[in-house]
């Protein structure tokens, strides 16, 4: 009897009802796995002036993606989802300024994705509000990286 392969990237158990929801969750945490690692190894790549002040800043944001991805894999099971083991892409950089331009990309992606996640919990009103405070997180961390790269959006 062959065996069925398994899509690493769609983890088993998120079908049925919540299926949206679950995809769109799974991604919001891939997200932040990348984000885990891209913050952490600029964290050991700034170098130069730049570093006192930017390493401590990479190794929190580092932290914080890791808190988010902790909680949100526990918030997947709660709900009967399989959390990812997938993370997305990770957007490396040497110069300073690149590394920040990356993370600007990486944090709108991931706002983005979590408002979809949101848009996906309908009636979940306690779910809802646990997204929305992590929006408006998303949502601090790209207005500070848009100052820091002078990059805003209307």
Known sequence: MAKKKKNKETPPGSKGPNEELM?????????EYAA??????????????????????FASSSSEAHLHAQN??????SLGGVPTVVPAQVRQ????RDMLLNDLEMER?????????????ENKLAL??????????E?????ELEKLTDRHRP
């Open 23 to 31: 995809n769109r969750l799974n991604t919001a945490l891939s997200l």
């Open 36 to 57: 885990c690692i891209q913050y952490l190894q600029q964290q050991s790549l700034v170098k130069g002036q730049d570093r006192h002040d930017f390493a401590p800043f």
């Open 72 to 77: 949100l894999g526990n918030k997947i099971v």
């Open 93 to 96: 950089a040497t110069e300073l």
């Open 109 to 121: 992606t991931a706002l983005e994705a979590y408002i979809r996640a949101w848009e996906a919990a």
């Open 128 to 137: 809802r509000f646990w997204l929305e405070d992590i929006i408006r997180q």
């Open 139 to 143: 949502q601090l961390h790209v207005e």
